[in-house]
Structure formats: structure tokens, C-alpha cells
């Protein structure tokens, strides 16, 4: 699961399409430990890989800020993707990751975030 180690867009969620660039998601895999922003609130939790399973990820302990914002929709989108989340793949394109369902099916696209150091 070390492909999903860094800071990522999220560019969609429940199916649709999300631009905006303050929605993102960073991952820790040596701690185990998942924060971002909905595009309106902050939100953070922990991590738990199935060894058993293969590329098995579960996101849990979820907390969130609570600010009153117009994307509403948009966020409950994500925290549910995230909350519901089995598995996680890489995508076709280079610098991107799918969280599926145990189905299989999609529930978030990744877009990789460079991010960059100042010295």
C-alpha cells in the first residue's frame, strides 16, 4: 500500500466529478494516520490494512470539523467514500489511485499532489 503514501486531489467521489482544488486527502501509511479537507471542513482518522486481503485499506475513527458550508453534498460524498472504502488500487493514469467498495466498485479518484519543500 506504499503507492498510496503522500498527499492527494480528490477528484472524484460517489461518482461525481469534484474540482476543487482545497479537497484533498494525505496519507500516512507508516503511521497509519489519513487528514484532509473536504472542501469545507477538515477531517482526520486512522488507517487499518488487512495483510490477509489483498491491497485492503479501511478508514476509521473519522472525525470532522464543523463549519457550515455550501458543498454539503460534496462532503458527505467523500466522508461516506471514505468511511465505506475496502480496498485501494493504482489508477491507469500514472499519479492516480481508486478507493473501491468490497465490491469492486469505484468510490474516490486520486490525483497525485506534488508537494513541495521551501527551504
Known sequence: MEFLNGAW????????????????????????????????NYFNGTIYIDPSRSNAIDFSNMGLTRMACPKSDQERAIMVSLETAASAVAG????????????????MKLRRIAVTSEE
Open 92 to 107: 491507469k493514469k500514472d499519479g492516480t489511485a481508486l478507493l473501491l467498495d468490497a465490491k469492486g466498485k469505484e468510490l
Open 9 to 40: 486531489a480528490i477528484i472524484s467521489a460517489e461518482g461525481k466529478s469534484i474540482d476543487d482544488e482545497e479537497a484533498n486527502l494525505f496519507i500516512d501509511i507508516a503511521e497509519l494516520k489519513v487528514h484532509g479537507n473536504t472542501g469545507c
